[in-house]
T-cell receptor
Framework: GAGVSQSPRYKVAKRGQDVALRCDPISGHVSLFWYQQALGQGPEFLTYFQNEAQLDKSGLPSDRFFAERPEGSVSTLKIQRTQQEDSAVYLC????????????FGEGSRLTVL | GQNIDQPTEMTATEGAIVQINCTYQTSGFNGLFWYQQHAGEAPTFLSYNVLDGLEEKGRFSSFLSRSKGYSYLLLKELQMKDSASYLCAVRVVSGGSYIPTFGRGTSLIVHP
């Protein structure tokens, strides 16, 4: 497919479990963003990659959150020791980069922590 | 940091015109985007303004005033399918990175 693909679409975790969310961006897109979206809110910035380099991780809420993009394409967002407040939709978006503005979003991964 | 403000909810009648406002306070401004998000779906791009003025695209138009920190999205000839959340996003330049920051979104309800 030509769009941004995220998996899993839905994840239920028990409190304390580790989870990994995957994002497969559009081929050739340099920039990759992760956002967290709570119900009824706008997307909150988590982290940004330019190719394999993580240039901004200022939005990661705690050191339990970790993201990587080792080969400059697929990215993984990992959350360790999940807490109930981590329940949200995690959106991945990619763009051509630089001043090319439009973000292309994936469908998101909905995480529910029990 | 950035401060982006937009109304939480608006209602309008099918066939009418609605204007959704967005105000922002930021440094390093480098463009303003509008996205549409239907419930349970991904945001989709509507418009982009980097210079002052009006950008028109079919039934949707977007306006920007950088000096006032103000934008609006104008939707004409409303249709039921326009019921969605409309997200204002400001892009800022920080250390060579271009990061879009989103407002909380405006939920638009179109009724017959």
């Amino acid at each position: 497919g030509a769009g941004v693909s995220q998996s899993p679409r839905y994840k239920v975790a028990k409190r304390g479990q580790d989870v990994a969310l995957r994002c497969d961006p559009i081929s050739g897109h340099v920039s990759l963003f992760w956002y967290q979206q709570a119900l009824g809110q706008g997307p909150e910035f988590l982290t940004y990659f330019q190719n394999e380099a993580q240039l901004d991780k200022s939005g990661l809420p705690s050191d339990r959150f970790f993201a990587e993009r080792p080969e400059g394409s697929v990215s993984t967002l990992k959350i360790q020791r999940t807490q109930q407040e981590d329940s949200a939709v995690y959106l991945c978006a990619s763009s051509l980069g630089g001043l090319a503005g439009e973000l292309f979003f994936g469908e998101g991964s909905r995480l529910t922590v029990l | 940091g950035q401060n982006i403000d937009q109304p939480t909810e608006m209602t309008a009648t099918e066939g009418a015109i609605v204007q959704i406002n967005c105000t922002y306070q930021t440094s390093g401004f480098n463009g303003l985007f509008w996205y549409q998000q239907h419930a349970g779906e991904a945001p989709t791009f509507l418009s982009y303004n980097v210079l002052d003025g009006l950008e028109e695209k079919g039934r949707f138009s977007s306006f920007l005033s950088r000096s006032k920190g103000y934008s609006y999205l104008l939707l004409k000839e409303l249709q039921m399918k326009d019921s969605a959340s409309y997200l204002c996003a400001v892009r800022v330049v920080s250390g060579g990175s271009y990061i879009p920051t989103f407002g909380r979104g405006t939920s638009l309800i179109v009724h017959p």
